[in-house]
């Protein structure tokens, strides 16, 4: 398949572009996220889930939308993990209750290839602040496993995304340009939300990213403000995942009024304030079923009118 900067057929339907991509998780530990899954379909043109969240978990009873996994590579930023270096490729160890656990690029892509319609490869974020030597090789690592995914992917379905980590344009120019010459169905840009604050770096990067790869998909993970999402948009982004809609509905915030934050929110009002913010992020309208939702959330209505 050729992807196009405009879409990406996959198993599961088209992912038109541009794309907010809501994240999701499955599991008991995010309870809102139970509530809103059902709308998907309505609102959001696919959805991400992440590796962590997505091992040992059904998701047989998932919306029917196009589902990308990310391949977990964020836990290298928790402080009990530490990058190794297997047989030339990457890898992330953990400890977890005193046990040793492994994080492999052939963990992730065995996972991705049983559940996912899109799937990224094990990269390795590296935070502002990194010693250079360190971020040399979490890079180096990150191509590497590019690299090796590709090569071993079985599924020819399965629509790949090379990961890039820099920590500046340069860095990041010299990432994709080792992915140009591979038919990777696209290319992701990690490791941006510590920087987001530096609005004019972040887009620095992506205007090196995109000026490698033609016009594959790009993707941006974590950033998912608006505002920000439209600057993205225009400097040639095709699709951003984030959970902020719903991060901010459980705190009782409507990304429409900033002004207005609801104390104590009911599990109603999260709902609603959730849907509202995703229809917001993919400018898309609120399916009708949720208009009696809205009248019956009264906290919502009382702060709207105060």
Not at 108 to 123: C, G
Not at 161 to 178: H, I, P, S
Request: proline share 7%; with cysteine; charged share 25%.
């Amino acid at each position: 398949m050729e992807p196009t900067a405009r879409n990406l057929k996959t198993r599961s339907g088209i992912i038109r572009f541009p794309a907010y991509v809501p994240v999701t998780t499955f599991g008991e530990e995010y309870p809102l996220d139970d509530l809103v899954r059902p709308y998907l379909p309505r609102l959001a043109p696919a959805m991400m889930v992440s590796y962590h969240y997505a091992k040992n978990r059904d998701l047989n009873d998932r919306p029917n939308l196009p589902l990308l996994v990310d391949s977990g590579g964020f836990s290298a930023l928790f402080k009990d993990s530490q990058v190794r270096k297997r047989n030339g490729l990457g890898c992330i160890e953990r400890m977890v209750d005193g046990t040793s656990q492994l994080l492999t690029p052939l963990d992730a892509l065995e996972l991705q290839e049983q559940i996912a319609d899109v799937a990224f490869t094990l990269d390795f974020p590296i935070p502002p602040g990194t010693k250079p030597a360190d971020a040399k090789v979490r890079q180096s690592l990150t191509i590497a496993n590019a690299h090796w995914a590709l090569a071993n992917r079985r599924r020819s379905d399965l629509r790949l995304y090379a990961c890039v980590q820099a920590w500046d344009a340069k860095k990041a120019r010299t990432c994709a340009r080792e992915y140009a010459g591979s038919p990777f169905d696209g290319v992701a840009i990690g490791g941006l939300v510590p920087r987001a604050r530096d609005l004019k770096a972040v887009l620095e990067i992506v205007d090196a990213v995109r000026g490698e790869i033609g016009d594959r998909p790009l993707h941006v993970f974590g950033l998912g403000k608006p505002d920000i999402v439209a600057e993205l948009f225009r400097h040639g982004v095709d699709s951003v995942d984030s959970s902020s809609y719903v991060k901010l509905a459980v705190d009782g915030r409507l990304w429409g009024r900033p002004d207005i934050a609801i104390a104590d929110p009911s599990p109603a009002d999260r709902l609603h304030l959730a849907l509202c913010n995703l229809a917001a992020a993919c400018q898309t309208a609120l399916p009708f079923s949720t208009h009696r939702l809205m009248y019956t959330t009264q906290s919502i209505e009382k702060s709207l009118d105060g």
